[in-house]
């Protein structure tokens, strides 16, 4: 497959040489200079550039290039909405019948608000249980795009992903997984607030399981499909982390917060299920990445 993938970032960075590995020719979108230095196949410009004709010779495209958390739609309100919704449905709809457009949507429309201390855990949702009271500009402009694809675009998937986590070059360091083990590493404690709330979080290696497979599989695909690790609380997470690094768990105060699981049993049957890891070896694998990462750049100083 030729395939082109928009966003060379936290996730594209990751995915970009498994794809490659399983035998595809990927060509990187990036407007960022420096997320594109020393990529052999790249375009250095905005995805809103692109016309029909430069999508004509890909049979895939992969779409993770959005405003990608709260905080940035709440600092861009206005970006989030074009970005996340108006110009991807555009690029949906430039781009030809057959060519498959695999995007990132997001779990977090499934979220709801709990009291602090709130023990019942969420239901498990599914596709179609999608919570339809956005609130924030993020989950508002991924749930209209979800819903807007349906009806003006085709050959279309969104994944919704579970909190995303995982070692990547261009790493997100304030991720919830993330950002408990390097304060394990770093200050030698795990600070956890609302442990009783849920979350359903997602590794990248998961999710390069499930993009490499959905780029092959044929025939038409779901709308919507849940693309998720694990379901636990953050609690557990937390916990597990304090374990694995020998430090202590530092309680915070409970605050209003949001909770959810989901179901993600269909893109198991279309996909198939990815390797199962522990969470403790996820935590060592981490630590590992990092250390090497660490490693490799005092090796560069000292080079220069």
Not at 120 to 143: F, G, H, Q, R
Not at 160 to 169: A, D, E, I, N, Q
Not at 216 to 241: D, R
Request: include cysteine; glycine fraction near 6%; proline fraction near 5%.
């Amino acid at each position: 497959m030729k395939v082109l993938l928009i966003g060379h970032g936290y996730v594209g960075s990751y995915l970009r040489p498994i794809v490659e590995a399983a035998g595809h020719d990927v060509v990187i979108c990036d407007q960022n200079l420096q997320r594109i230095t020393g990529v052999p196949f790249a375009m250095r410009c905005r995805y809103q550039e692109l016309s029909f004709g430069d999508f004509r010779d890909f049979d895939v495209i992969l779409w993770f290039a959005g405003h990608s958390s709260v905080p940035m739609s709440l600092s861009d309100p206005d970006g989030a909405v074009a970005n996340n919704c108006l110009d991807l449905l555009q690029l949906a709809r430039r781009k030809p019948s057959r060519t498959r457009l695999i995007y990132a949507s997001t779990a977090s429309v499934y979220s709801a608000e709990v009291e602090a201390g709130a023990d019942a855990p969420p239901p498990e949702l599914s596709e179609a249980e999608t919570k339809l009271s956005p609130v924030n500009p993020y989950d508002c402009s991924k749930i209209s795009f979800d819903a807007l694809a349906r009806c003006f675009a085709e050959n279309v998937v969104g994944l919704r992903l579970g909190t995303v986590c995982g070692y990547s070059p261009q790493l997100r360091g304030e991720l919830v997984f993330n950002a408990m083990n390097r304060a394990a590493i770093n200050d030698r404690a795990v600070s956890v607030a609302n442990p009783k709330s849920w979350r359903n979080i997602l590794f990248l290696d998961d999710l390069a399981y499930y993009v490499t497979a959905l780029i092959e599989a044929e025939g038409a695909l779901p709308a919507i499909l849940n693309a998720g690790s694990y379901n636990l609380t953050i609690g557990e997470l937390a916990a597990t982390i304090a374990q694995v690094h020998d430090v202590p768990m530092i309680r915070r105060a409970d605050t209003k917060t949001y909770s959810f699981r989901m179901n993600c049993a269909l893109i198991k049957s279309i996909c198939g299920a990815p390797p199962r890891t522990t969470l403790i070896d996820r935590c060592r694998d981490f630590t590992a990445a990092l250390k090497a990462a660490s490693d490799r750049l005092d090796t560069m100083a000292m080079a220069s």
